[in-house]
């Protein structure tokens, strides 16, 4: 096959996009966080019912988030009393998930010297997700709540669209599920109605080349693997 220059560019915008783990704080121009929105508005949806929903936090905002979050986090008493709104991962894992979890997780914390033994280590590594791993801008997704399981579909699409459109003028993203242990508080200190759902959270920046985290590269199992050709 030929690979014209639009495939070429394509191609190569999602194979270098990655979840980043640590930014640089050099800040991103409204008009910039502006344009991804737009390009990512383009994402499909059943019947274009378009059901996403986004609060840009910079500055003090995202660090008044961020501090409450992470508070709360650190208190065993307090983290216990905050839970999901909805299961992200399944409540058994079964195998290849299973191993797929356990590496990448292993992986990244083998690049940060963080042994299995090293819990205060691992603790504070998933409190950076709290912080938005240090990018300038923090995303929180919300969905209204009369949406049903195919509008959910069509919002990792918008999801997908933001990243790839982020990758492609040179910024970085971390989609974060983490944040949703969080929604009540994430809820009363944004301002968000009852009848909104809060999806998750993304870091938006520019990634820190000097970072060891910043070369994780997950594996992708092939076509020929998860495909079916009938014909």
Same mark, same amino acid.
């Given at each position: 096959?030929?690979?014209? $220059?639009?495939?070429?560019?394509?191609?190569?915008?999602?194979r270098?996009?990655?979840s980043?783990r640590?930014?640089?704080p050099?800040?991103v121009?409204?008009?910039?966080?502006?344009?991804?929105? /737009?390009?990512?508005?383009?994402?499909?949806?059943?019947?274009?019912?378009?059901? %996403?929903?986004?609060? =840009?936090?910079?500055?003090?905002?995202?660090?008044?988030?961020?501090?409450?979050?992470? /508070?709360?986090?650190?208190d065993?008493?307090?983290? !216990?009393a905050?839970?999901?709104?909805y299961p992200?991962y399944?409540?058994? %894992?079964?195998?290849?998930?299973?191993?797929?979890?356990?590496k990448?997780?292993?992986?990244?914390?083998?690049l940060?010297?963080?042994?299995?033994?090293?819990?205060?280590?691992?603790?504070?590594?998933? !409190?950076?997700?709290f912080?938005?791993?240090?990018? $300038? =801008?923090?995303?929180?997704?919300t969905?209204?709540?009369?949406?049903d399981?195919?509008? %959910?579909?069509d919002?990792?699409?918008?999801?997908?669209t933001?990243?790839?459109?982020?990758?492609?003028?040179?910024?970085?993203t +971390?989609?974060?599920?983490?944040?949703?242990?969080?929604?009540?508080?994430?809820?009363?200190?944004?301002?968000?109605?009852?009848?909104?759902?809060? =999806? +998750?959270?993304?870091?938006?920046?520019?990634?820190?080349?000097?970072? $060891?985290?910043?070369?994780?590269?997950?594996?992708?199992?092939?076509?020929?693997?998860?495909?079916?050709?009938?014909?």
């Amino acid at each position: 096959m030929i690979q014209t $220059p639009t495939q070429h560019t394509v191609d190569e915008v999602i194979r270098s996009r990655r979840s980043i783990r640590a930014f640089l704080p050099t800040p991103v121009a409204r008009e910039d966080i502006e344009a991804v929105l /737009n390009i990512a508005a383009r994402a499909p949806s059943g019947s274009n019912t378009q059901p %996403w929903r986004v609060y =840009v936090l910079t500055g003090a905002a995202r660090d008044r988030l961020a501090q409450k979050i992470m /508070n709360a986090y650190l208190d065993p008493a307090e983290n !216990a009393a905050h839970a999901e709104e909805y299961p992200y991962y399944p409540r058994q %894992w079964v195998s290849p998930y299973i191993e797929r979890r356990r590496k990448v997780g292993w992986d990244l914390y083998a690049l940060l010297g963080l042994t299995r033994d090293n819990k205060s280590g691992m603790q504070a590594q998933h !409190a950076r997700n709290f912080a938005f791993f240090d990018a $300038p =801008v923090g995303l929180i997704f919300t969905i209204d709540r009369v949406m049903d399981q195919g509008s %959910w579909l069509d919002y990792g699409m918008f999801l997908q669209t933001l990243m790839i459109a982020a990758r492609a003028r040179g910024l970085d993203t +971390c989609p974060q599920a983490a944040f949703t242990q969080f929604h009540r508080l994430i809820s009363e200190t944004l301002s968000i109605p009852s009848d909104q759902q809060v =999806v +998750c959270g993304m870091a938006l920046g520019y990634a820190d080349p000097s970072k $060891p985290e910043n070369t994780l590269l997950t594996e992708r199992t092939p076509a020929a693997e998860f495909a079916n050709f009938i014909s």
